[in-house]
Antibody, heavy 124, light 106 residues
Framework: QVQLYQWGAGLLKPSETLSLTCSAH????????WSWIRQSPGKGLEWIGEIHRSGVTDYNPSLKSRVTISIDTSKDQFSLKLTSVTAADTAIYYC??????????????????WGQGTPVSVSS | DIQLTQSPSSLSAFVGDRVTVACRASQNIGLFLNWYRQEPGKAPKLLIYAASTLQSGVSSNFSGSGLGTDFTLTITSLQPEDSAIYYC?????????FGQGTKVEI
């Protein structure tokens, strides 16, 4: 059973770059999409973006101009960078695995495995 | 973006009660609806995917139903450990979005 473990700087100043990494322990990145999701009191749960081990990415349009998600398959790790942070980026950030099931009505994705979360605070 | 509206925002019930949480989508999403539970200080945990499929290891006390725009999460017999916030999430289209959550208190 793969476990996701994430780490990164938790205190940033405005305009700095948020950088987090997530590692898949007990498994590999093969065959799934890997996401970053954040949670703040004001906006609830917000999907940031995802990456496949092939390097294909998809980002939330609301953050796309500031987000980069990358992957290192040799280490079974993927990372998030969010530039020019402001207080509005203060949140708990989670990495998550996106699995899916094939049904008559289509291939239905869901987040079946989550990291422990990293609180990030942006303050001057 | 597809909006998901959960109701109620919070509820209080007794141990043994049958509890239902509703989730309404702003457009037809078929069966592309998942449910999660989040306990204080922890990451969300998958309960149900594809509207009604129980995740492995999750109590059969939980069930999901619905299709299109209206979905329901049911706790058949509320247990003390079910005190948490419950979220629905749509995976029909990008960006994937979540409901605002329903807080269940015992």
């Amino acid at each position: 059973q793969v476990q996701l473990y994430q780490w990164g700087a938790g205190l940033l100043k405005p305009s700095e770059t948020l950088s987090l990494t997530c590692s898949a322990h007990g498994g590999t990145l093969f065959g799934y999409y890997w996401s970053w999701i954040r949670q703040s009191p004001g906006k609830g749960l917000e999907w940031i973006g995802e990456i496949h081990r092939s390097g294909v990415t998809d980002y939330n349009p609301s953050l796309k101009s500031r987000v980069t998600i990358s992957i290192d398959t040799s280490k079974d790790q993927f990372s998030l960078k969010l530039t020019s942070v402001t207080a509005a980026d203060t949140a708990i950030y989670y990495c998550a695995r996106k699995a899916d099931i094939s049904m008559i009505r289509g291939v239905i994705p869901y987040f079946d495995n989550w990291g422990q979360g990293t609180p990030v605070s942006v303050s001057s | 973006d597809i909006q998901l509206t959960q109701s109620p925002s919070s509820l209080s019930a007794f141990v043994g009660d049958r509890v239902t949480v509703a989730c309404r989508a702003s457009q037809n999403i078929g069966l592309f609806l998942n449910w999660y539970r989040q306990e204080p200080g922890k990451a969300p945990k998958l309960l149900i995917y594809a509207a009604s499929t129980l995740q492995s290891g999750v109590s059969s006390n939980f069930s999901g139903s619905g299709l299109g725009t209206d979905f329901t999460l049911t706790i058949t017999s509320l247990q003390p450990e079910d005190s948490a916030i419950y979220y629905c999430q749509q995976s029909y289209t990008s960006p994937q979005t979540f409901g605002q959550g329903t807080k269940v208190e015992i």
